[in-house]
T-cell receptor, first 111, second 114 residues
Framework: GEDVEQSLFLSVREGDSSVINCTYT??????LYWYKQEPGAGLQLLTY?????DMKQDQRLTVLLNKKDKHLSLRIADTQTGDSAIYFC???????????FGRGTSLIVHP | EAGVTQFPSHSVIEKGQTVTLRCDPI?????LYWYRRVMGKEIKFLLH????????ESGMPNNRFLAERTGGTYSTLKVQPAELEDSGVYFC????????????FGEGSRLTVL
């Protein structure tokens, strides 16, 4: 199976909250990232969390990490049409030091 | 500051032909990475340069793929001969402080092998 798993699609209404989930397999993950890819653009780092943290908040973004379940989530409050993009979860483990990416979740925001 | 640029943005070739993809990293970034995304699948790591040296090439699929970074500036990724399964989007990324820092990605080069 994949090292980092994400669901492929999420559709939300403008103004609602979005929650994008990610599960990973390696318990030695040290850094976990969320990257965003807008149409026609490269991936951009959105936020990250160290493995010794449970939560990180940055304006409309909240990252939650459950190390026991190897589950990472990204919550976007008051989702806007400009948030429509593909969101990639990525991890770095103690052994590799190279980010491993998931397949991305396409967030579709409709009015 | 210019971002990571990749060329070409899209290439369509026939099976058995050769294609060379180019990546210009952000100036001053010693670390350069190549990744590939096959449609609908995860972004898979191919290799990592530190300056002109290959630090990790464990993700290179086979010897039809050759990556170079002469002089530690731009990098090329050559596929010769191309096969159908090589189709996908090839992303280049660069970073200043190594893999644990932020990676800056190019827009990708879409390769279609017919």
């Amino acid at each position: 199976g994949e090292d980092v798993e994400q669901s492929l699609f999420l559709s939300v209404r403008e103004g609602d909250s979005s929650v994008i989930n990610c599960t990973y397999t390696d318990s030695s993950s040290t850094y976990l990232y969320w990257y965003k890819q807008e149409p026609g653009a490269g991936l951009q780092l959105l936020t990250y969390i160290f493995s010794n943290m449970d939560m990180k908040q940055d304006q409309r973004l909240t990252v939650l990490l459950n190390k026991k379940d190897k589950h990472l989530s990204l919550r976007i409050a008051d989702t806007q049409t400009g948030d429509s993009a593909i969101y990639f979860c990525a991890e770095i483990t103690g052994g590799s030091y190279i980010p491993t990416f998931g397949r991305g979740t396409s967030l579709i925001v409709h009015p | 500051e210019a971002g990571v640029t990749q060329f070409p943005s899209h290439s369509v070739i026939e099976k058995g032909q050769t294609v060379t993809l180019r990546c210009d990293p952000i100036s001053g970034h010693d670390n350069l990475y190549w990744y590939r995304r096959v449609m609908g699948k995860e972004i898979k790591f191919l290799l990592h340069f530190v300056k002109e040296s290959k630090q990790d090439e464990s993700g290179m699929p086979n010897n039809r793929f050759l990556a170079e970074r002469t002089g530690g500036t731009y990098s090329t990724l050559k596929v010769q001969p191309a096969e159908l399964e090589d189709s996908g989007v090839y992303f280049c990324a660069s970073s200043r402080q190594g893999p644990t820092g932020e990676l800056f990605f190019g827009e990708g080069s879409r390769l279609t092998v017919l």
